[in-house]
């Protein structure tokens, strides 16, 4: 059974040195809200007060039980959150982790 998620996951940033700081404030523009999109290989997302972080997917999982795809579309986001916090070369902890199914989302017919 293949399933689709939105998956956001969010964090705070940790142990952030001066140089990091700076790098981060000269790019944030391009990380800000209004540029956030959910894609498979993820948006990282920020404020300039640096205190908590983003990602945005979409993920596509293949398993048997709509439970085992809601769980696996969790952990594959929390990995992938780390490897582009490392990627970065920052520290943070997650504090939560969101998904949507798209699969499950309803949507309503126009009555005009």
Do not use: W
């Not at 981060?24 to 894609?39: C, G, I, P």
């Amino acid at each position: 059974m293949s399933r689709t998620y939105r998956v956001t996951v969010r964090g705070r940033f940790e142990n952030l040195t001066a140089p990091q700081r700076e790098r981060l404030l000269e790019e944030q523009e391009a990380h800000d809200v209004f540029a956030s999109r959910f894609t498979p290989e993820g948006t990282f997302l920020y404020t300039p007060q640096l205190i908590g972080y983003q990602f945005r997917y979409l993920l596509h999982v293949e398993e048997d039980s709509p439970e085992d795809a809601d769980l696996a579309a969790q952990l594959e986001a929390q990995e992938l959150a780390e490897a582009g916090m490392r990627a970065r070369g920052l520290q943070g902890r997650i504090v939560e982790i969101s998904l949507t199914c798209l699969d499950d989302v309803k949507i309503r017919k126009s009555r005009r």
